[in-house]
């Protein structure tokens, strides 16, 4: 049974707000990874990933939003965030997981 005060993924996606923190958390990875100090080849091909988010027609027809992204490059976002000891990010990040990954 699904306690009030966790939300349970498996059991209801109420309480959960999958959407505002996959928009958080990509405010605090544009924050590294706009910075031309810390960014490479990979996130910049990943900030055109995340331009294209809600605009299927800039992306073969598929929508991306960010979770999808999220999801999909968990690894190298946590990679990230502990490199530059970002730690509230990486508490989202395992929110994120958590909830809806």
């Known amino acids: 049974m699904q306690q ?42 990943f900030n055109d990933k995340l331009k294209r988010v809600g605009q299927p027609d800039q992306n073969g027809g598929r929508c991306l939003d960010e979770l999808f992204l999220i999801h999909s490059y968990i690894n190298n976002i946590r990679e990230l965030f502990e490199q530059y000891d970002d730690q509230p990010a990486l508490a989202l990040l395992e929110q994120i997981e958590t909830e809806s990954c």
């Open 4 to 45: 009030e005060n966790k939300p349970d993924r498996y059991v209801s996606f109420v309480g959960i707000e999958g959407d505002k923190n996959s928009r958080e958390l990509m405010v605090m990875l544009r924050r590294h990874i706009d910075d031309p100090h810390k960014s490479n080849r990979f996130w910049d091909l």
